[in-house]
């Protein structure tokens, strides 16, 4: 099967300076140039009248990448790129088994890229039912256009189909033929049609209950890097390909948890 290609490109703003003219005159009545004029100024006057930045005090300027920001001082974006293309049982030695409600021929790998929380861009991979996979590839499309950071995203084999150990490494995953947490009926992920996002950022709380450990240092949602939030870029990116957000149910709080039946 032919893998399928998307392209997407951040589109960045272009802002300029200018020295103010009455300071030019002042320093040829003086007899003084700009340069030593400025030198002498308040503060204020000398940020005015600086030369605009070259590429390289641009790049030294530029802030730390956080969710959604983008400033003219940030570089472009390489292009986002994903590809979807057919798994077989042996590229799921752990999450899948006879018995789970689909098959390995129903589900597709879905290879992209994205932004991970030191700013640098990534690859990374989630298995997901076929049908969901276009439209989990244009999500993680709208997430690196809003520079929605990603800690990482692998297979849950990975880590021996362990979602404990892909939790406690804050990895991105979708497909994992399991019971729901505190339960025996099957998951969500069993289907291939959720996918839990940045976990250590957006915990699973129930009571005293946090999953993973490290989540309990954001169990108060504040903004940060990689924290989904009501209403932001990530949850907009799910809810317009159908998918629900846990951290709406009111029983208990899955922050990391997107899924198309609401599960």
Same mark, same amino acid.
């Given at each position: ?14 802002? $300029? ?10 320093? &040829? ?20 009248? =600086? ?8 790049? @030294?300027? =530029? ?25 077989? *049982? ?11 409600? #689909? ?17 640098? #861009?990534?690859? &990374? ?8 996979? @276009? ?26 189909? $362990? ?23 099957? $998951? ?12 250590? @950022?957006?915990?699973? #709380? ?7 450990? *490290? ?30 957000? &846990? ?17």
């Amino acid at each position: 099967m032919r893998a399928r290609h998307l392209d997407y490109r951040a589109v960045m703003d272009d802002r $300029s300076r200018s020295a103010p003219t009455a300071l030019a005159g002042l320093a &040829g009545l003086a007899g003084l140039s700009l340069l030593a004029l400025t030198a002498c100024a308040p503060a204020g006057a000398a940020d005015a009248a =600086a030369v605009p930045a070259g590429p390289a005090a641009a790049a @030294q300027d =530029a802030p730390a990448v956080e969710r959604g920001a983008r400033s003219a001082a940030d570089p472009q974006l390489p292009t986002y790129t994903a590809a979807i293309t057919p798994v077989g *049982a042996a590229d799921l030695p752990a999450s899948w088994r006879p018995g789970c409600p #689909v098959g390995p021929q129903q589900l597709r790998l879905v290879t992209f890229t994205h932004v991970d929380l030191a700013g640098r #861009v990534a690859t &990374g991979r989630l298995v997901v039912r076929e049908d969901v996979a @276009q439209p989990v590839a244009d999500v993680l499309g709208d997430l690196y256009a809003a520079r929605f950071p990603i800690a990482q995203a692998q297979p849950v084999d990975v880590f021996g189909g $362990s979602d404990d150990a892909s939790m406690a490494a804050n990895n991105t995953s979708a497909f994992n033929c399991r019971q729901v947490t505190g339960g025996t009926r099957f $998951s969500e992920h069993s289907y291939g049609t959720a996918v839990d996002l940045n976990p250590v @950022q957006n915990p699973y #709380v129930r009571g005293t209950t946090v999953l993973p450990e *490290a989540g309990r240092a954001f169990v108060q949602r504040t903004p940060a890097p990689g924290v989904v939030l009501a209403g932001d870029a990530a949850v907009r990116a799910f809810a317009e390909r159908g998918f629900s957000w &846990g951290g709406d149910w009111s029983s208990l709080k899955d922050y990391q948890h997107f899924s198309l039946s609401g599960d």
